[in-house]
């Protein structure tokens, strides 16, 4: 049971617009910043959205990050066949003193 | 070019100690708090531990609280993490990850490839 939770496997088809969500409690999505992760089949994660809404440099703009109370979202436009792979919020959390992953979001593209 | 490459996994039967190792390449690793992150098979990411820049603070997952050790070399560009008595659970690919800053608070902005652990008689 993870501490953040994710929905499990949704699917779009190309150039569809998903939202993943990423929901938690006020001592870790209510009181610090999300990052999300993307892990292709069979690779190590990597870094997409830090601080809620921040793109690192080479991220495309469809991928999109956002924060609301102790709830967080990543929205994918343009939906394309690579992005399928799995997605992970984490945040720290005040009260168990240390980081925490959602169950993590296996995304298809049909 | 950020490189972060693991080394030390293996197969080891529980109760036994295994020491996993990360090499960090491609920026000043003494000015960033380190962290490992573990992925049971088929599972997903689980935060294990972290280590601020200068080794002055570390903070453990409640897993693993009191049988992993993180600990790192700076002069030797080395982030380490000595496992004890380690369980059937503990079997997992472990992820060397860079922080974004010397603090641990700060995210995962580079990961390694992974070390393959299993616990198993």
């Known amino acids: 049971q993870s501490v953040l939770a994710q929905p499990p496997s949704p699917s779009g088809t190309p150039g569809q617009r998903v939202t993943i969500s990423c929901s938690g409690s006020s001592s870790n999505i209510g009181s610090n910043t999300v990052n999300w992760y993307q892990q292709l089949p069979g690779t190590a994660p990597k870094l997409l959205i830090y601080?809620?809404?921040q793109r690192p440099s080479g991220v495309p703009d469809r991928f999109s990050g956002s924060k609301s109370g102790t709830s967080a979202s990543l929205a994918i436009s343009g939906l394309q066949s690579e992005d399928e792979a799995d997605y992970y919020c984490a945040t720290w959390d005040d009260r168990l003193n240390g980081w925490v992953f959602g169950g993590g979001t296996k995304l298809t593209v049909l | 070019e950020v490189q972060l490459v693991e080394s030390g996994g293996g197969l080891v039967q529980p109760g036994r100690s295994l020491r996993l190792s990360c090499a960090a390449s491609?920026?000043?690793?003494?000015?960033?708090?380190m962290h490992w992150v573990r992925q049971a098979p088929g599972k997903g990411l689980e935060w294990v531990s972290s280590i601020n820049y200068n080794s002055g603070r570390t903070n453990y997952a409640d897993s693993v609280k009191g049988r992993f050790t993180i600990s790192r070399d700076n002069a030797k560009n080395s982030l380490y993490l000595q496992m004890n008595s380690l369980r059937a659970e503990d079997t997992a690919l472990y992820y060397c990850?860079?922080?974004?800053?010397?603090?641990?608070?700060?995210?995962?902005?580079?990961w390694g490839q992974g070390t393959l652990v299993t616990v198993s008689s």
């Open positions: 491609g920026f000043t690793f003494e000015n960033y708090a």
């Open positions: 601080n809620n809404d």
């Open positions: 990850t860079k922080a974004d800053s010397s603090g641990y608070l700060s995210y995962f902005d580079y």
